[in-house]
């Protein structure tokens, strides 16, 4: 359900709270630059009525003075604003990702898989950065424009009360109205484009990731064609924004040079009939058509938060969703695995039976063979095991104590959980396998290398451990991913291993060391063995025979 301009403007305020002090200060230095530069040009236009003879409140000296004084001054507000805004900008910019970086880390292994990617860079990137413009360049003004615009008003009340009253219709009108009616008119737009931008990332990125699939089936000229095609639906998008941009622009100044009329007028027709005087005509006109900078920018901010709101819905979305299954932190944890049960558990992806009462038992000492067809359900039962869902029936028990019962990150700490495809990160074969645990000694890190028959490959590298693997793992075959993916399950040292299709990518040889080296890890290991090969059965000590979700 999307929300409205104003709930979710509430809600990023809500984020602005550890700071307001310094927004406080921020709102504070901003109105007083404001104030600055509309009485400089008003004490000016004091100054030049006493130089043609009219009698004014202050002399020529006091004018002169308090020019100085007040152009001096504002400089230095102006430094003071910027330094603070832009501070709390950053502070913010800072803060959002790391709640945007732990909700994912809340919603991964599940929720994430149904997530494209371009769409998640798109957000961390680009839409916490425009939310910067908001912090920054957004909440401070519209408090200076309300502040200066309040502090104005009571001036005008002290001259007239009907100048008064043509100042706050035009401060209405210019701060409030015009950009309510057209941010309403272009709302959609504001949306479409930052969806458009989106899509056009995970696009570029799938077309990256899939370079080579596109030249060998000869794919190039039509994959072109779709992101010129998107190209210019962004473009049109974009179009539509700056035309309502224009839009804007038009309606502000004929707004202005209507309320200047006005201003004049009522003035005139006030000092004919004797209601001021002459001093106060000269500063009514002239605050007014100084004063307009404070609303027109709030006016101007109309463009920015159509671009604005789209991005913080999207942005306070991932951080209002829910994971499917929240950790378990008040439970119990556990030291040492000696077995695992599981008891007729039934689960169903979106209502198809994957697992159906299905029951296993695991010891510490052994290997457990989990041997079955693709989409039999045999990676499912390890996510089941990990607990990044819960089966639908049935129940799971580690050491006796139902899995639910357990704290989420203790019980993880306590398995070595390797996947088909294993993720390699932009940095070092070192860095890569290290990450499984870092306080391990680089004594540790060899010897699980070559547990899983990665090390003589990574001695024939240039720079051996301290190779960079290049974005994405490209550098590398899928064999040698998956090789160091099982080094940092050894490196890991959990007393559970859980393998879905260790060797899936590997030759028998490489395959033999591997498996040679959890026969000989199995003494102090729980270790479940999950593949479609019957060879890889081989060292298993029982193999569970799983077929349409059930044990055949």
């Known amino acids: 359900m999307r929300k409205n301009g104003f709930v979710i403007m509430w809600h990023l305020l809500k984020l602005v709270t550890p700071l307001a002090h310094i927004m406080a200060f921020t709102i504070s230095m901003g109105t007083l630059v404001f104030l600055a530069a509309i009485f400089i040009i008003t004490l000016g236009a004091v100054g030049v009525s006493q130089l043609l003879g009219f009698d004014t409140y202050l002399n020529f000296t006091q004018i002169l003075t308090a020019l100085i004084v007040m152009a001096v001054a504002r ?42 990617s371009g769409q998640l860079l798109s957000l961390v990137t680009n839409d916490i950065e425009l939310l910067e413009v908001f912090y920054a360049h957004t909440i401070a003004p519209i408090a200076i424009a309300f502040i200066t615009s309040l502090i ?188 695992i049960e599981v008891n007729n558990i039934s689960f169903c992806y979106q209502n198809e039976p994957i697992l159906t009462n299905f029951s296993l038992q695991a010891k510490k000492g052994e290997i457990l063979g989990i041997h079955g067809r693709s989409g039999s359900g045999k990676s499912t039962l390890l996510k089941l095991l990990m607990r990044f869902y819960d089966p639908q029936q049935g129940q799971i028990y580690i050491n006796k104590e139902n899995l639910t019962s357990l704290n989420t990150l203790n019980l993880r700490d306590n398995m070595a959980y390797i996947t088909q495809q294993t993720y390699v990160f932009n940095e070092s074969i070192y860095e890569n396998i290290l990450m499984a645990r870092r306080s391990a000694s680089r004594d540790e890190v060899i010897e699980a290398a070559k547990k899983a028959s990665i090390h003589d490959f990574i001695m024939s590298l240039p720079q051996g451990y301290e190779t960079i693997v290049t974005e994405l793992g490209n550098s590398l075959s899928e064999g040698e991913k998956q090789r160091i993916g099982i080094a940092r399950a050894f490196l890991h040292n959990a007393p559970v291993i859980l393998l879905d299709e260790p060797t899936s990518n590997l030759d028998s040889l490489n395959e033999a060391i591997i498996l040679k080296s959890l026969l000989k890890a199995k003494q102090d290991k729980l270790i479940i063995l999950v593949s479609h090969r019957t060879s890889t059965m081989a060292i298993c000590d029982r193999v569970i025979e799983i077929e349409c979700g059930r044990v055949s």
């Open 75 to 116: 400089s230095i507000l102006r430094y003071l604003e910027q330094m603070s805004g832009h501070y709390i900008a950053f502070k913010l910019l800072a803060l959002l990702r790391d709640k945007v970086f732990s909700a994912l880390r809340k919603l991964a292994f599940v929720k994430l898989q149904g997530k494209q």
């Open 152 to 339: 104005l008003l009571i001036i005008f009340s002290h001259i007239s009360i009907w100048l008064a009253l043509v100042a706050l219709v035009a401060y209405l009108t210019i701060g409030f109205i015009l950009p309510i009616f057209t941010t309403k008119l272009a709302r959609e737009d504001g949306r479409a484009y930052r969806k458009l931008m989106s899509e056009m990332n995970d696009h570029f990125l799938d077309s990256i990731r899939g370079m080579k699939e596109i030249q060998l089936f000869n794919y190039t000229e039509e994959r072109l064609a779709e992101i010129q095609q998107r190209t210019k639906k962004i473009d049109q998008a974009f179009l539509r924004i700056k035309n309502q941009e224009s839009k804007v622009k038009s309606l502000t100044e004929i707004a202005v040079s209507v309320f200047n009329i006005l201003i004049l007028l009522v003035g005139g027709i006030l000092f004919y009939d004797g209601k001021i005087d002459f001093n106060g005509f000269i500063v009514s006109v002239v605050l007014l058509m100084s004063s307009y900078g404070p609303v027109i920018a709030l006016s101007n901010l109309s463009n920015n938060l159509l671009q604005t709101f789209a991005s913080g819905e999207r942005v306070l979305g991932l951080l209002a969703e829910e994971p499917i299954l929240k950790d378990v932190t008040d439970g119990r944890n556990i030291e040492n695995i000696n077995e």
